[in-house]
């Protein structure tokens, strides 16, 4: 393929995704099938001789969709979404088109600063303060990784890089047993281990699921009287499970008397933040050293695009950066090579879809969305709860509840059937023991009639079930 046929083919695939997206409602959400169903329609020893675009294009159009989970789609109410605004999607093809590698100012100038710019745009969407900095990371995971072995080095007074962790004392990192499972991969990948992850107790009955403060406080003296040495303290607001907010004030404090470095996951919730009034669920979050949030959630940039904003980059660059002579930038020491922020060293261009999804969009836009899937969120949780057999097991924090239906093993049961049905796709969690099917509402093109086709599509579905 040539660039002049590339051109030809992409306006074909805009024309498909039109079509495609067009259709969605008709669609099931999940297809039902099998592992191993789809590999057997394409299974083909590999390819010897180039075939013509048309055959694979129209492969693809035929076998492909029929076999996804549709992230895209209104009535998609599981897990947490991953929306992709048109205009972001635009912006992808043309990041795309130019394929540069984003590691060094000097290899993409444009994509550098225009980083910087909507780093600090976000934080002002936010309302965090005006001394946050950050960056771009593909995903949550890679921003709390590296948080984390930030925290790791900062306690080891930045000798870990060198010496390795043999003879270190053992690390202690603290979290709720609400927090993501990233945040067990973080400490098992940055050497301290699973094990000195300690999950601090819950706050009695509370309504946002905190940590307690006094128990954050009672585990780190109680491990600095058995001779560990604490590391940070990684908070969640807006947990993934059921939506659990630490409350990040007081759990700041217990850390900041203890001298110790904070990390706040609001992978999810952080896109609700641009609406003042849910900001109290994270009060205190101008004390975090570090924060991150997914635009490639809620807000509507195409995954992948999970921003992390810094106090201080300074512990995070000297824990994670390395410049070799051959990604110097001769008489421009001083410049920000965001590779030395992160993981990976080649980047891709992800600050241009947020330029372009705020322009296009503007605060006010993306702010009515959410509103309107949090009051529709709460509508559904009544609904839920008026019918027979149905019970709420959690409130909604911003747009997430859970339910059950009877006992734990009809809930699975009728999961099973409603997401075999197609119509709505919904996923579960276990909460105090209990399995329960969780609800968010949160895709961009839902409609308030979407959202209440899902007590109709329970009801009628809990009644035919054997
Ligand atoms: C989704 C999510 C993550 C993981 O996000 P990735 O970007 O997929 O790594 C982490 N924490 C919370 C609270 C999440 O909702």
Request: net charge negative; proline share 6%; charged share 20%.
């Amino acid at each position: 393929m040539d660039h002049d046929e590339l051109a030809h083919w992409s306006k074909r695939a805009a024309d498909w995704a039109r079509d495609y997206h067009a259709g969605l409602r008709d669609r099931p959400v999940r297809p039902d099938l099998a592992p191993g169903d789809f590999r057997k329609l394409i299974d083909a020893p590999v390819p010897e001789q180039p075939e013509a675009i048309e055959t694979i294009f129209d492969d693809f159009a035929r076998l492909v969709p029929d076999a996804m989970t549709h992230w895209q789609h209104p009535r998609f109410f599981a897990y947490f979404p991953a929306n992709a605004a048109p205009v972001s999607m635009l912006a992808e093809q043309l990041a795309n088109a130019m394929a540069s590698q984003a590691m060094l100012w000097q290899t993409a100038p444009a994509a550098n600063e225009m980083e910087a710019l909507v780093v600090d745009w976000m934080r002002d969407a936010l309302g965090l303060p005006a001394d946050f900095t950050g960056t771009i990371h593909d995903s949550a995971t890679t921003a709390t990784f590296s948080a984390v072995t930030t925290m790791r080095e900062k306690a080891l007074g930045f000798q870990g890089i060198g010496e390795g962790l043999s003879g270190a004392p053992t690390l202690r990192i603290y979290a709720s047993a609400q927090t993501h499972s990233s945040v067990d991969k973080a400490v098992r990948l940055s050497g301290i281990g699973q094990n000195n992850l300690v999950k601090v107790a819950g706050k009695p009955d509370d309504p946002r699921y905190s940590m307690d403060p006094a128990a954050l406080d009672a585990a780190i003296r109680a491990d600095l009287d058995a001779g560990h040495r604490p590391a940070g303290v990684v908070l969640a607001t807006g947990g993934t499970a059921i939506g659990a907010c630490d409350d990040i004030a007081a759990c700041i404090d217990v850390a900041r008397a203890h001298d110790l470095p904070t990390h706040v996951d609001a992978a999810w919730a952080g896109s609700a933040m641009i609406c003042p009034e849910f900001r109290d669920l994270w009060a205190g979050v101008e004390k975090a050293d570090s924060v991150v949030f997914n635009p490639h959630k809620w807000l509507g940039a195409q995954f992948d695009c999970s921003i992390q904003f810094l106090r201080d980059p300074g512990p995070q660059i000297q824990a994670m950066g390395l410049r070799p002579d051959y990604l110097q930038t001769p008489g421009a020491d001083e410049i920000v090579n965001y590779n030395e922020w992160t993981l990976p060293l080649g980047r891709r261009f992800r600050a241009l879809k947020i330029w372009f999804l705020l322009r296009s969009e503007g605060l006010t836009g993306l702010r009515s969305r959410i509103r309107n899937h949090v009051a529709w969120a709460n509508e559904a949780r009544d609904a839920i709860a008026a019918l027979d057999g149905f019970e709420i097991v959690t409130e909604p924090i911003l747009s997430l509840f859970s339910f059950a239906y009877r006992d734990d093993a009809t809930t699975a049961r009728l999961l099973d059937a409603v997401n075999r049905d197609g119509r709505i796709y919904l996923t579960q969690t276990t909460h105090a023991g209990r399995y329960v099917i969780r609800m968010q509402v949160g895709q961009f093109d839902v409609t308030r009639e979407d959202v209440m086709m899902v007590p109709d599509v329970l009801n009628e579905i809990a009644g035919s079930l054997p």
